[in-house]
């Protein structure tokens, strides 16, 4: 009798600490359920507004990225390393003094910026990969036009330390409204596990001033084993990255492996988990790891899987397509489309394949002054097309 009493007594201990455990399990999935990436249902590409499709200008080798000048014509980066400028649709020569870049595989001269204050100071921001096949990486430099060519040309940080695969450079630019400038560093593909750690730059998010320097309020500054550039950590190979001022958001797109794309919105100090978290698996198949969220890891805020390869990402804020304000705008390079991510305030509501009939890789999209939005196509002919109001 007695042991059955003291059996009873056990099994309703068990019980008791079941229901409770059960209930923090409850409540702990719940709490994480509540911060999994964004629903985004497909929309029907009808559901843009209206456009008409111009081409602007061919013969591009590889564009990668496309800038505004003040007075209409654009800048354009060819991954091959040279920089042309376009004007009225006709293609300039090289522009003579770019550095030299170390192109192979994804490597090459990338992102082209103008400072903020450009009509003021005439800086223009670029990076490039940079080095050799034993040691290379992602750099920044500046320079100034004048006529076909660049002056003025200043290198203003190198990602380190070097490494040996001509792949993962991340490399895009931004610049935050306090004239700061994140650039992204991709994980080197060989070198993921290093994304997680603080002592090196690779698969992080890099905040700068304008000349290079190192902001002061940077959130690792003075830590030891941190290096003081980091601003985020755990990314793979983030290759969009704008400010969204009306959020006040900085989000990013980074390439997951197969499956895994992501946007993520940035906030100074975080992880958002690669490779330790990821909805996506190794291009063999295989599992990089069994988890999907980790206590202090960020959840993507669009999670892409299958992968649709996003290689550049802007939001538009401009006057042509009122109807798509404060949405965002990826360009695919696998799924040869652009990506349109529809929102209602700070929430995602659905999110729609355009330009699939084109069939090519787009490697950038930017929305110029008056509100168009250009693109540029992946391929050794590659094109520059504007999307305008019909
Ligand atoms: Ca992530």
Redesign the pocket.
Known sequence: MQNVIKHRSIVTALIVCTVILSFFNIEAVSAKSNNKPQAAPMLDAKAFPAFKLVQVTSGLSHPWAIAFLPDNRLLVTERSGNLRIVEQGKLSAPVENVPASYVRSQGGLMDVVLHPDYKNNGWIYLTHAYGDADKNATRLFRAKLKDNALVDVQTLFTVSPMKDTPVHYGGRITFLPDNTLVLTSGDGFDYREEAQKLDNLLGKMIRLNDDGTIPTDNPFVGQAGKRDEIWSY???NPQGIVYDAQRKWLVSN?H?PKG?D?I?IITAGKN???PV??YGRDYSGAIISPYTEYDG????FVDWTPSIAPSSLTVYQGNMFPEINGDYLASALKYRELRWVKMQGNKVVGQASLLKDLGERIRDVNVAPDGAIYIATDSTNGKIYKLIKH
């Open positions: 755990g990314h793979r980074e997951g895994g992501e993520n958002y988990g690669w978290i990821t890891m960020q959840q993507p």
